[in-house]
């Protein structure tokens, strides 16, 4: 755990910060009410990689305090057969300042995040805003029930102006093996401004996988596009549908394109709303 309450105030840098683990099956975890701040007179750079799991809980932050910055957190160095890694943020915020920001994991850094007993990446009541910054997603999930790649619960808020793309896929075996899931209210995933958005999802092909849908919009979450094109791309798992919206809201709030591709699997439709309401 680095920044324990008690120990310091934090890290405050005017050079890039980077901070790795090297033991086998080794975290980062960012204490409570812990910030990481960049002050440096031009763009600069934050990178968390941890051989497996990396953890920001209530109230830590990571953040610039002028300069842009690009962030990254890469869990899962260590690879999924060694036990995955994967990335959890809880009442946290990551602000770029119009830097890029990545949650991703593997070796290659160019992967994905990997639980192998829950969901890949989790942000529960959390924000992540990147200005005109680049955001990129990418989790896996599997093993146990409600085990999504991608999932943001409890209001919380992916946003950017510019390229934004989320990637999530499970191979859970039981209920809930979601790709990509935006659920309750406040929760969303919205652009800003003209930056494509491309939020792609599978859900779980496992013969024991239940509601395994490739993506997942519910209960007065929201998914909303601007001025760029927007898509939607789910593959549903074992009788599940590709895409569902069920009262939640998906589209464009502007001039953009707004596209689904779903396809579904079995006896399921591809393409599922209930209560919905599209912009």
Known sequence: TFCSPGTTNGITSSGNVTIKTTGANSDISLA????????????????LNAQRN???????????????????????LQGVAAGGGNITLTSTTIASNNGNITLAGDPSGTGFASNKAGSGIVLDASTIDAGSGAITLRG?????????????????????????????????????????????????????????????GAGSSALSATNAIGISIANSASVLGKDGATSLIGSGGTNSAGVQIDDATAGANGLGAFTVAAQGNGTAAGFITSGTQAV
């Not at 910030?35 to 031009?42: K, L, V, Y």
Request: without cysteine; aromatic residues 0%.
């Open 54 to 76: 990396i953890t920001l809980n209530a109230g830590s932050t990571i953040g610039s305090s002028g300069q842009p910055i690009d962030v990254t957190l890469n869990s899962n």
């Open 140 to 200: 896996e999930g599997g093993g146990a029930a409600n085990s999504s790649g991608v999932a943001l619960i409890n209001g919380s808020v992916v946003t950017s102006s510019g390229a934004m793309n989320v990637t999530g896929k499970s191979i859970s075996g039981g209920d809930q093996a979601i790709g990509v899931l935006v659920t309750g209210a406040n929760s969303k995933i919205e652009n800003s401004g003209n930056g494509a958005m491309n939020i792609t």
């Open 32 to 47: 409570a009410n812990t910030p990481i701040t960049f002050t440096g007179a031009a763009p600069g750079t934050i990178s």
